[in-house]
T-cell receptor, first 110, second 117 residues
């Protein structure tokens, strides 16, 4: 059975802290790994990773994939209260089919 | 990226009734997908809405409970039939798009928050 596991499940930090969110996976047919931010209802796309070792960066957020060890990390530097959200990791195993992790609830206090 | 809209954004329904959720995309897409997110849970794929043929359902989901229509390449509906409180969830429409670089990215609509009483 395909499995995506995120850790930690929740995290509380203060503004300015740096956080690292983890995502490990065991799937039968890996195509890509995606990170989303979910604040209310709709997940907002952050990154898609297909190749090992190539960091993707967008502002204070960055992510990298290790296909040998089957995991990815999402880093957020200099956190702000607006970063408070659920961060979802998903693995694309076939066309349009994503298997999601449980999510990490990030709370950033002022 | 595709712009996806859903209607209604939220609804409160009585058990035993049915609700149809609409999903509209601003461009033609080959496939559309319906996901469910139960309270405190992550997203689970319900089915793939195929244009011109029957939807493809994931394990644990059946057509009688979640009938899906896909009349054209920009529109789909999901009906939640004979609802029970366990159907209270956020229902999300999703499409896959291809970037200029040839990479596949997947986008979600704003979601429909359904509460069954």
């Amino acid at each position: 059975e395909d499995k995506v596991v995120q850790s930690p499940l929740s995290l509380v930090v203060h503004e300015g802290d740096t956080v690292t969110l983890n995502c490990s996976y065991e799937v039968t047919n890996f195509r890509s790994l995606l990170w989303y931010k979910q604040e209310k209802k709709a997940p907002t796309f952050l990154f898609m990773l297909t190749s090992s070792g190539i960091e993707k960066k967008s502002g204070r957020l960055s992510s990298i994939l290790d296909k040998k060890e089957l995991f990815s990390i999402l880093n957020i530097t200099a956190t702000q209260t607006g970063d408070s959200a659920v961060y979802l990791c998903a693995v694309r195993i076939s066309y349009g089919k994503l298997t999601f992790g449980q999510g990490t609830i990030l709370t950033v206090h002022p | 990226s595709a712009v996806i809209s859903q209607k209604p954004s939220r609804d409160i329904c009585q058990r035993g009734t049915s609700l149809t959720i609409q999903c509209q995309v601003d461009s033609q897409v080959t496939m559309m997908f319906w996901y469910r997110q139960q309270p405190g849970q992550s997203l689970t794929l319900i089915a793939t809405a195929n244009q011109g043929s029957e939807a493809t359902y994931e394990s644990g989901f059946v057509i009688d409970k979640f009938p899906i229509s896909r009349p054209n390449l920009t529109f789909s509906t999901l009906t939640v039939s004979n609802m029970s409180p366990e159907d209270s969830s956020i229902y999300l429409c999703s499409v896959e798009g291809v970037t200029s670089g040839g990479a596949y990215e997947q986008y979600f609509g704003p979601g429909t928050r359904l509460t069954v009483t």
